[in-house]
T-cell receptor, first 111, second 117 residues
């Protein structure tokens, strides 16, 4: 079983839709959860960072962590064509500098 | 604050040739990573340095890949001889472990895109 599972998509939505991207994980020691956005031919860019459980909001983006279910989500409200990219989830354990990545979900927002 | 710098951005070589990639991490970041990312997949860790020591190189194909981080700052990743399956983007990343709520985050460079023909 992989440490982190992520639906590869692709996910295609119309502009303005609410997008939900998800990852599941198996290691209960994970405390830090990240979402990266990767545009074509670019490196991953840190989008959201969450420590432990709960929600974190930044503009149109909301990151949600449910440690009891070992499940994390990224919600994008009012999606824009510029949000079209691959979204990677990543996580690490407390005081441990090793990161585990999902395989990425490719999102296409149609104008 | 300057980000992670990588070069070259793009490289095309023939199989059995050699190639080297360079990385300069974010200033003050003690941990440096090299990842391989094949199209449609997540990053796969090749090697992790803490200062200039190797922490994890368990997935580095040591018969053809080598990496060094002299003086605990810049790093180079070399492939010799290259195979067709090495075609991928090589991502350098760095992190500064703080622990607690400030926690750990990892920052990537733009990547070095390798095509082996």
């Amino acid at each position: 079983q992989k440490e982190v599972e992520q639906d590869p998509g692709p996910l295609s939505v119309p502009e303005g839709a609410i997008v939900s991207l998800n990852c599941t994980y198996s290691n209960s020691a994970f405390q830090y959860f990240m979402w990266y956005r990767q545009y074509s031919r670019k490196g991953p860019e840190l989008l959201m960072y969450t420590y432990s459980s709960g929600n974190k909001e930044d503009g149109r983006f909301t990151a949600q962590v449910d440690k009891s279910s070992k499940y994390i989500s990224l919600f994008i409200r009012d999606s824009q064509p510029s949000d079209s990219a691959t979204y990677l989830c990543a996580m690490s354990a407390y005081n441990f500098n090793k990161f585990y990545f999902g395989s990425g979900t490719k999102l296409n927002v149609k104008p | 604050e300057a980000g992670v710098a990588q070069s070259p951005r793009y490289k095309i070589i023939e199989k059995r040739q050699s190639v080297a990639f360079w990385c300069n991490p974010i200033s003050g970041h003690a941990t440096l990573y090299w990842y391989q990312q094949i199209l449609g997949q997540g990053p796969k860790l090749l090697i992790q340095f803490q200062n200039n020591g190797v922490v994890d190189d368990s997935q580095l194909p040591k018969d053809r890949f080598s990496a060094e981080r002299l003086k605990g700052v810049d790093s180079t990743l070399k492939i010799q001889p290259a195979k067709l399956e090495d075609s991928a983007v090589y991502l350098c990343a760095s992190s500064q472990m703080r622990g607690g709520v400030s926690g750990n985050t990892i920052y990537f460079g733009e990547g070095s895109w390798l095509t082996v023909v």
